[in-house]
């Protein structure tokens, strides 16, 4: 028979080890969102420290910001083995990569040398990182195989793939991921404060429309009301008041453009609002089609055909880049004498 102190006694120490863990864990992710709050201040206005509980308004966003950008850099597809043997194997990946020198120019790019700078001890045989690409679809006249027979000038659809760039290296897919929720982070704050300034600039525009308005209103005001040689009396009046009408209409604009941004604490809660719900700014969508191994743009059921499961990114008003996590193994990184031999032959020296 059990001893009922001692199933007690480890049920109480069970409980109180899991609850060390959780306060552990809370005390951690109360840092990381702390360090974000200082991190967002540093790129929108360092001013904010001024007001009083900035981080207490700002803790609750920035937390759910942490939590969208770790929850989008989860949805991302892969990773995708990238060598020679899967671009002569995965169509996906001889889909993304013209041919296997592209393969090594991709991922011997500065990213990737600035991490293996960094990390001269490699701990693994493969690497992590972010592919985004261009994807671009063009209407072009091609060749077709009809039967026994080439037919000329068939109206093709190609898939091409440009400016590849990598981000958030990584020698393990978890800090792949980790490093890109921040960069995410970084991105979204850095749309919040365009949109900021966008406003600014606007107020600075309408600002400076009503002083001009006015000076010309100063010297026409003298002509409304006494003798002109050049013009006529109800000319100028007509013109004053067209004017006033322009002087009132841009300052009605401007109250406006200057809402939510009169003074410091507005700014704050403008920012905050900026920030707050930030699938407003960007999302994936996905992208299925089939094409062959030219990058033709085929129907599902042709025999040449390969399918491609895409992940986009975009914004509201516009798609952006296909992204895709990939690994790839160090040893393809092309050294600085492979670097300089490839540029030498491209140049033709």
């Avoid at 809402?259 to 410091?264: A, T």
Wanted: hydrophobic residues 45%.
């Amino acid at each position: 028979m059990r001893d009922p102190f001692a199933s007690a006694s480890l049920w109480l120490r069970e409980g109180w080890s899991r609850l060390k863990v959780r306060s552990a864990e809370r005390r951690l992710h109360m840092r990381a969102v702390e360090r974000a709050v200082e991190r967002i201040i540093d790129q929108a206005n360092p001013s904010l420290r001024g007001l009083p509980g900035y981080r207490h308004k700002l803790f609750p966003v920035v937390e759910r910001l942490l939590a969208f950008a770790a929850e989008l850099a989860g949805r991302l597809p892969g990773p995708t083995t990238v060598d020679p043997s899967s671009w002569a194997s995965d169509p996906l990946v001889n889909a993304l990569f013209g041919d296997v020198g592209q393969i090594r120019r991709v991922i011997s790019g500065a990213p990737v040398r600035a991490w293996i700078k960094a990390h001269p001890v490699p701990r693994g045989d493969d690497l992590y990182a972010l592919l985004a690409v261009m994807a671009t679809e063009r209407q072009q006249l091609g060749m077709e195989l009809v039967g026994d027979h080439v037919q000329r000038d068939v109206k093709q659809t190609t898939l091409s793939f440009a400016e590849h760039e990598l981000y958030a290296v990584a020698d393990s897919m978890p800090g792949c991921r980790e490093i890109l929720a921040g960069q995410i982070v970084d991105l979204i704050v850095s749309i919040a404060i365009a949109d900021i300034v966008a406003q600014e600039e606007r107020i600075a525009a309408l600002e400076q429309a009503v002083r001009m308005l006015r000076l010309k209103l100063k010297v026409l005001a003298p002509r409304a009301g006494s003798v002109d040689l050049l013009r006529s009396s109800s000319e100028n009046l007509a013109e004053h008041e067209r004017l006033k009408a322009r002087i009132d209409e841009s300052q009605r604009d401007l109250a406006d453009a200057r809402r939510g941004l009169g003074d410091i604490e507005q700014y704050l809660t403008r920012l905050i609002e900026q920030l707050d719900h930030a699938e407003r700014h960007i999302g994936l969508e996905g992208m299925r089609l089939w094409v062959d191994r030219m990058n033709v743009v085929r129907d599902r059921h042709d025999p040449q055909a390969h399918e491609l499961q895409l992940t986009r990114a975009r914004r509201p008003d516009r798609p952006g880049r296909v992204v895709q996590f990939i690994r790839f193994p160090r040893r393809l990184v092309q050294t600085a004498d492979e670097r300089l031999a490839e540029v030498e032959r491209h140049l033709g020296m």
